[in-house]
Structure formats: C-alpha cells, structure tokens
C-alpha cells in the first residue's frame, strides 16, 4: 500500500488539480497540508477553466505597492502614536502571517478550500474517502448504519492509513462490486457515481473506443495504449508533465522541469535510427510553452499547434450512473448515519465530524451526521445567476423557524414559497437569514453554533436551502448569512469542543477559551488549522449554496479578550491596549482579503458596538476590510426614548449625532430602527411599545391611537434617510408586529404560541395593512430617488425646542416635525436651490393611518429669497406635529 504522503503528493499532480488550481495560480513550495483527492466529474474536465479570470497569487493588498498601515488615519487627518503603531505591528504580523501560510500551501484559494481536503469526498476509483483533523487522538475510524456501528470495520489505524504528524486520518470505504460482476479492464476506465453522465452507457465496447483512437488520433509511429495503463490519456498528462512524463508513482518524486526532461530524453534516444516519430509529444493547444522552443520543424509545430487532447474519446470510456449503479453498491449510501470514532488518551469518544456538511442533532438521543450525496436525479440543479451587486442595499432580515404563521417550526420550503414573494412585494433586493446553520437548541436562535458546515435539519435539507437561494436569486434578491464565528457552542456531543480530547484543538484552554458570560467557546484564531477551518467555511457557503455575503456576528466577542463587556469612550487607546485579540483581527482581515479576492462581488458586513476604526477601510491601508458595518446605537436610542424618555424631552441634536455616527466613514453604516434584537432576545418590538395597552408616553386614549403609528412610520424615515446606503429591516416590523418572539423554552412551557409571525394581520384593511403601504412606498422611494446612494446627507437645520429636523439628500429635502402638540402653519427651513419644491412623499397620508392635515394644494411651494440655516433661500412650508415630509426640487428658478 502507497503511503498518504505518496497518494496525495501524486493526486495533486493530477490533471484534475490542475484544472481545480490553474496555473497562474500555483505557487512552486513545498507541499505539507495535504491536498483534495482527485473526483473526475462530467461537469469537471481536464481541459476545463473554472477560474477564468488571471489573479495574482495572493490579494492585490499585497502586491500594492501603495500599501499603507495607517493610511486611513492620514486620510482623516488622525493623529495618534500608540494606535499608529499598533497598526504598523498589525501589518507586520499580517505579512508573517501570510508567509508562514504561503509556506504551507501551494497557492491562495488551496486556504479556503479545506472543506474539498478534510470531511466526506467520494473518489473516482469507486471509493469514498474521509479525512480529519484531530491531532490529540491515536486511533480513527468511522463509524455508522452502514457497517452495523463497529469501529474496527473500513477503519483507519495508527501506521495503516491514520495519524500523521498534523493529525490528520484518512479513511477509505471501499464500494463493493455486485454479486456476478467484475472490475474494469482498463484502470483510465471509470464509473461515475456522482454526476448525471450517461454517454458511456450506450453499450459501445471498450475495444472499439481503443480501435477509434487509434484509427482517428495517434499519428503513425506512436505509442500505443497496450502498452501501460496510461497510454490513451498520455498526450493529455503531457500538458502537465511535459514530454515523456512519468508514468509511475515512484517516477513521481524529485521530477525536474518540462524542458530538462526532454533533453535527457532526446540524450538517451540520439542513436536511435531514424523514424517518423514526431520531434515532440507536446499538445499546445494553441497556447505557447517555453519547451516549445526546442521544437525544430516548423511542419510538426503547427500540426501540434491544431491538435487538442483525447477528451471525446476519454469521455466515451467513462460509465454514467445507470451503469455505475448496476455494478456498484456505494460503500456509504446517500443518507446513511455515522460520526467520528476517536481513541483519546482518556478514553474512546464518538465525535460529530467538524466538517460535517448535514447533522441531526437527536437520533435515539444522540446526534449523528448524515452523508449527504444525493443522485443526479435528487440533487438541486441550479437556475438562476447571482443578481448584480446594488448601489444601495434594502435588507430583510428573517428567521426561517419563525416565518410561518401557525405554531410551529417553518421549514424551507415554506419560506421559499409564502415569505420570498412577500420580500419582492415589500421592496427589498437583499434578505439576511439568522439560525440557518446547525445549532444548540432551537431556543438559541442559532448563535450557539455546533456545525459550521451544515445548514439546520430543522428546517429541511440542504437541497431545499439551495431551491431557498436559487428562488430569491431569480427574483433578484441577494442572500445574506448572519455567520457566527465569534464563538462557538460548548456541547461536546454535538459541537467543537473536547473534539479530539483535548481541550484546545479549536478553542483557547482556560480563561481565555470560554465566553465571559454566554458560556460558548472561543476560537483559537492563532492556529493555522484554526484558520482554515474557519476561512473555508466562509467559501463553502459561497460555493456550496451561492451565498451573496455575510453579516460577521458580535465582533467584539472576538476582538477583545474582555468580550467586549467594557465601556468605550471612543479613546484610539481602547483599540489598542492589552485587551486587544490580535489574532482575531488578523483573522477579520486575512478573511476579507480573501473572499473579495476570489469573489469580488460579495459584500461583507461588521456587527460591531464598539466602532472599532478602519472596519470599512481597506486592508492595504491599515483598514478590516469590511463593505458595512452596522451601528447599534441607533436601535439602542430609539428603544431608550421610547421606553424612557417622554416625548417632549426628545433631544433632536443627540437623535441627529446618533444617526450620523459623528465619525468617518458613516456613509458604509447600514442603519435600522430595530432588527432582530428588539423582537426576539427577550425586548420588546417598537409596535408592541407603541400601540400596546400600556403605552406610557400618551396623554389619553385619542393620543394613544395616533401617537403610535405616527412615531413608528417617522422613526423608520429618519432612520432610513439620513444615513449610509444601506438599510435594514426584520421580518414583520415593516407592518408593525404588535408581539414579541418567545421561543419555546422552559420558562413558557416549550409552547410556540409566540413564535411565529402574524401574516394574517396584512388581510385585512388596516393599521398594519397601512403600515405595510407605508413601507413598501419608503423602499420605492429609494428605487425611483436613489436615496440611499446619493451620499451623506447635509444637516442643516435641528432644533430641540421645535422638535424640527430638516436636512437635503441630493435634490430631496427632508422635513421632521417630532413635536407632540405644536404644528407649524408656515416653518421656514433653508435650501441651497431656489426653485419649486413639491411633496413626494408624506407620513401624514390618510392611506399611511395618518391624518391627512396637508391639503393637495399645499403640496407645491416655491422658494423665497430669504437666509435661513447659512442657506440663500428659504421655503414656508406646513408641519403637522409628528409627522415628516420629502420634498423634491422639480424646478430650477434663476435669479
């Protein structure tokens, strides 16, 4: 038996890692993480480009010649030594890093494709093959219902297949052959379990394919196929071996380059007597070689030039999966049960594989991982193309479990079909799921992540998440993942920690490793395989089910050793001090570095409430890397003045710095009045505090029916308005849910009474039907206005006494009146433009539930020649109290 080493260091020569990794992307260094097994597919031929695009081995970062550690501070005219130099030793250990990586593996996108390495893969030599990582165990095997639960049957053993020097086993389940069936005659001739390839089923003999190949392609004087194995697909290793390339194993090691082989070659055979043997076996395909150079007869070099590989031929050897299905039974089934079986220094373990791609979290009362490699025929074939990035993102935010309206768990399919076309209806192009990977208990809503590659069994199979994806797609909606790699689930039957045994095979050991107060795991992002494990699981929810970008849950919990339960001032010196995980930010940046290099259209956003500097800057220039980030105070302050703060208390100056973020780069906020926190972690939806039965602010029962619906439609607009370019919404507070989620739990009795969502309220004429119309005419807004990718907008007029905001957004004036009591027959509020200005858009609007207090004729003004707020013009307008108007400049007068 070959050893590991000698298996993978030959399969990745294979044609097929070439195609995987072309070569403007190989980086020639020594090879020690072991590489992905060679899986020939009909949708995967050698020939084939899958990354198209020329890249440079690592990110353009850092090629940049520009690159500078603390450029956006210079570009904001920050000055601050101790936080400047921290970014220069952050740089600095950015570059180790990458060196200490680029000496690990071949080239850059091999760092975020571990999931092809490690887990479940089946082999085109009718096997499958499974590898982990579990350095603090001394024996492996596999376990499941496909051999009867015994850890000594298709096992792996120390010195046999298993542990290495990085812990890595390798485990082989053989298929097996069909009672009165044989093997193939010819080892290149393969049966293709995977793919939906039938050609080679139509009942041609394997001798009349060698007749045809020989009559139709090899030029006189050639070799034959009888004589070795490899002989009908030589031309074709020659594109990656160069001529005469080895034809064993054993030849495999220490091979020199293409052009010196061939020397030694043409040394060897330079009494040979002549013949008519062509001057090289190089297939060019069109394409120039250097070894080219050494070909004399200009006859033979474009004769070469023209010829392409014996695919076609190649191809009609190959069984599809009617014939593989006739001759094999798979030697772990589609479907089939099984975990990892460890023998630790403490004892024999059964572990959830970490890379376990589908997990049933309780099967007879323990979890098992289910192999998931469905026929051509169940598998979901994909339809739709990912819709073209947006200048301005809308985003609904959802929870696939709650999204029904009867009490129980909603599965995937029905969210495809009832909640996605709601989410065209209302407006939105992007929506972000939360819970959708496998997690601890249905009452964590999914932040206590067990299985970072699997997509919750609660809700459906990964098939019916991928028909999820490919139906929003279709209607041009972006799908975004609330990924959790901030910490992680403690359990240890089903998650990460004690994986092998050990106490840090993922996590921090001690303090350092656990939560402060949610009582998870923290991951260990100083190691390399920590790091892979982490970076490939972003790639396989890009890969594997078309993800459009993610949302980085909670970044504090891993950028401070604290957890990010301390007080922030906004001092440079809280960014910086002993509290700081380095290594988690070298994570954040080696992580979007990646993923925009090798999908650039995807968008990354930070949740962070500690306004960490840079996490919208670029690397290159000392920045995270991050396309968003979300500001969580604005939620924080409206729920504050909602709950505590009477109504003409209101400070409209600290509403206004809050909403602008009072710092650079607030235009990349994606801004919310509430998301999911306010309705789902024990608080209360702004509708409920609004129109509940215990509503504080109102002064009596009329004021109480219009003082709800009022504030809920102008805090969305303001918060909407005067922000960055992005906004989000959760599910059902567009319409104004009156309850809050409870999950079932203990403390209620497991009942689901409350978690769901009340569609039912949008049936029928009313409130919530109005608020929806409300909504859904503010998303249009943006569609026919552009506001949110019109820039930062200009404050120029807030006043605490009138309760009044007024600011301009490109040609749209925005007007708040936030005043209980007092309306404003004529307010004079400042614009740059003299013109006509009319209303485009007004919350006051009966079909708003609104009163209607400004009559159609009102609609229209034209400015005076008046200073008002620094500005040369001034228009007298109408301002109910507790309502807000958009104004349109719709013509240009000049004066």
Known sequence: MTSLAGQIRFLSLSPNFQHQFPQDKVLQKPLVFPRKKWRCSATQQPNQQQHKSKRSRRPSSDS????????????????????????????????????????????????????????????????????????GARYCALVGDFNGWSPTENCAREGHFGHDDFGYWFIILEDKLREGEEREKFYFQQYNYVDDYDKGDDGVPIEEIMKKIDEEYWEPGEDRFTKNRYEVASKLYEQIFGPNGPQTEEELEDIPDAETRYKAWKEQHKDDPPSNLPPTHVIDNGKNYDVFNIVDDPVWREKFRKKKPPISYWLETRKGRKAWLKKYVPGIPHGSNYRV??????????????????????????????????????????????????????????????????????????????????????????????????????????????????????????????????????????????????????????????????????????KRGHHKYWGTRMFKYGDHDVLQFLISNLNWWIVEYHIDGFQFHSLPSMMYTHNGFASFTG???????????????????????????????????????????????????????????????????????????PDLDWSMSEIMRTLTGNRKNAEKMLMFAENHNQSISGGQSFAEILFGENSKQSSGKEDSVLRGPALHRMIRLITF???????????????????????????????????????????????????????????????????????????????????????????????????????????????????????????????????????????????????????????????????????????????
Not at 102 to 118: K, P, S, V, W
Not at 382 to 401: A, T
Not at 587 to 593: G, K, P
């Open 571 to 645: 001092d440079l010196e809280e960014y910086c001090n002993q509290y700081v995980d380095k290594d988690a930010l070298l994570y954040l940046i080696l992580a979007n570095e990646m993923l925009h290099f090798l999908h650039p259209n995807l968008i990354t956003i930070a949740e962070d409430a500690t306004l960490y500097p840079g996490l919208c800057e670029p690397t290159s220039q000392g920045g995270l890397g991050f396309d968003y980030f979300v500001n969580l105070s604005i939620s924080e302050m409206w729920l504050s003045l909602l709950q505590n703060v």
């Open 64 to 135: 940049d010649s520009a690159v500078d550690p603390v450029g956006f501070l210079t570009k904001h005219g920050i000055t601050h030594k101790p936080f400047s130099q921290f970014l220069r030793e952050r740089y600095k250990m950015y570059k180790d890093l990458q060196d200490e990586l680029f000496n690990r593996h071949y080239q850059l996108i091999e760092m975020a494709t571990g999931y092809e390495i490690l887990g479940m893969h089946r082999n085109c030599h009718h096997r499958v093959d499974f590898m982990e990582w579990a350095p």
């Open 341 to 510: 079986y460890f023998n630790t220094p403490d004892g024999p373990l059964e572990r959830i594989p970490a890379w376990a791609t589908y997990v049933l979290p309780d099967v007879n009362g323990k979890a098992v991982a289910v192999h998931w490699e469905p026929p051509p025929e169940s598998a979901y074939k994909w339809r739709n193309k990912h819709p073209k990035k947006p200048k301005s993102l809308r985003i609904y935010e959802c929870h696939v479990g709650i999204s029904g309206s009867d009490p129980k768990i909603s599965s995937f399919n029905e969210f495809t079909d009832k909640i996605l076309p709601h989410v065209k209806e209302a407006g939105y192009n992007a929506i972000q799921l939360i819970g959708v990977i496998e997690h601890k208990d249905y009452y964590t809503v999914g932040y206590r992540v067990t299985n970072l590659f699997a997509v919750s069994s609660r809700y459906g199979t990964p098939e019916d998440f991928k028909r999820l994806v490919d139906e929003a797609h279709g209607l041009g909606i972006l799908v975004f993942l609330d990924i959790v790699h901030s910490y992680s689930a403690a359990d240890e039957m089903v998650g990460l920690a004690l994986f092998d045994g050990s106490n840090d095979c993922y996590f921090h050991t001690g």
């Open 721 to 895: 308005s005067s922000g960055g370019c992005a906004y989000l919404n959760f599910m059902g507070n567009e319409f104004g849910h009156p309850e809050r989620v409870e999950f079932p739990m203990p403390s209620n009795k497991f009942s689901f009474s409350l978690a769901n969502r009340r569609w039912d309220l949008l049936a029928n004429e009313g409130l919530h039907r109005d608020l929806f119309v409300f909504d859904k005419d503010l998303m249009n807004l943006d569609v026919t206005e552009r506001v949110l990718s019109r820039g930062f907008p200009n404050v120029h007029h807030v006043n605490d006494a009138t309760k009044v905001i007024c600011y301009t957004r490109g040609p749209l004036l925005f007007v708040f009146n936030f005043h209980p009591t007092d309306s404003y027959a004529k307010y004079s509020v400042g614009v740059e433009e003299a013109g006509e200005y009319r209303i485009i858009f007004n919350t006051d609007e009966k079909k708003y539930s609104g009163q209607g207090r400004i009559e159609d004729t009102q609609y229209l003004h034209r400015t005076i020649a008046k200073r008002i707020d620094g500005l040369r013009n001034c228009l007298e307008i109408p301002l109910p109290n507790r309502s807000a108007q958009v104004y349109k400049l719709t013509r240009i007068l000049r004066i």
